[in-house]
């Protein structure tokens, strides 16, 4: 009985490796959608850890260690900023640093994320998507 309950501790940890393993190595039978959720959790995790101490839970610039910046983060919410950017300027200051694009070097660089294409997708996604929230607010204040 227990040496049953304990092969099956075993099986279970052998294929829940191997699945950890395949996503992480993005399987070419994946659906590209199981891919770019992967990627999506991976730049929310590390937003928690790297963006939002600087940036902010909600992209507004007001992080923890945000005061003692300067230049301080801009707000992601700001339409006009999200409008003058494109995805190459975000996507390029997120591995390079602020010195890539010929802004501050308070904003760290990300090297590691350079293999890591889909997950620079994802924070870019994450950094547009405070733009949207702002927009749904918006849209949200005409409809009161
Ligand atoms: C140590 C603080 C700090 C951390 C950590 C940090 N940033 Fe920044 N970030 C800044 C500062 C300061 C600026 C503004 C630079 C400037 O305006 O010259 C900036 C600018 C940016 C910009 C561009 C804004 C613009 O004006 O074009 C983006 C996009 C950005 N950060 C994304 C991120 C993401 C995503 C992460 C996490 C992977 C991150 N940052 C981590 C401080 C930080």
């Known amino acids: 009985m227990a040496l049953h309950t304990a092969v099956r501790l075993l099986l279970l940890t052998v294929l829940a490796g191997a699945c950890a393993r395949g996503a992480a190595a993005g399987n070419p039978g994946d659906p590209p959608a199981a891919a770019a959720g992967k990627a999506t959790e991976e730049a929310e995790r590390i937003y928690m850890l790297r963006c939002l101490p600087c940036h902010g839970p909600?992209?507004?610039?007001d992080g923890?260690?945000?005061?003692?910046?300067?230049?301080?983060?801009?707000?992601?919410q700001d339409h006009e900023?999200?409008?003058?950017v494109t995805d190459t300027h975000i996507e390029k200051i997120i591995v390079g640093g602020g010195i890539a694009v010929g802004k501050s070097a308070g904003m760290p660089p990300n090297p590691d994320l350079r293999t890591r294409p889909?997950?620079?997708?994802?924070?870019?996604?994450?950094?547009?998507?405070?733009?949207?929230?702002?927009?749904?607010?918006?849209?949200?204040?005409?409809r009161d």
Request: charged residues 50%; positive net charge.
């Open 58 to 61: 909600k992209g507004r610039g």
């Open 118 to 142: 889909e997950v620079v997708t994802a924070l870019r996604r994450k950094v547009r998507g405070f733009g949207k929230a702002e927009k749904e607010k918006e849209k949200e204040k005409e």
């Open 81 to 84: 900023w999200q409008e003058s």
């Open 64 to 76: 923890p260690t945000a005061r003692t910046l300067a230049p301080r983060p801009r707000d992601f």
